[in-house]
């Protein structure tokens, strides 16, 4: 609904990226770092899942991330280790990260 802004898991605080919107000049320029580049810039670096999708950065390099099966979005949420390309299993939710979502 937001379309980014910042979430604290845990200790941690995350910058959730937007949803290209190409509506309007205004918005595009808004959300040029979407979910999509953000995913294939990660990809770029090697060691990211092929099967990830980066929805929010810590602005180190690691990222928060879903999983896809096909095409699939799974529900847990990952976490991505930039510098060890651990891929780990958060007790995170989707919930979670729209309940503890801050305005940017």
Known sequence: ?????RVKLGRQQWWL????DTSEKKRIKRTCNHVLLETRNKAAYGGFPENGIEIAGNGSGDAILFL????TCLEDVYEFNHETHAVRKTKWTASDLRENRESS
């Open 1 to 5: 609904q937001e379309n980014g802004g």
């Open 17 to 20: 990226h937007p949803i290209f």
């Open 68 to 71: 896809h099966n096909e095409g």
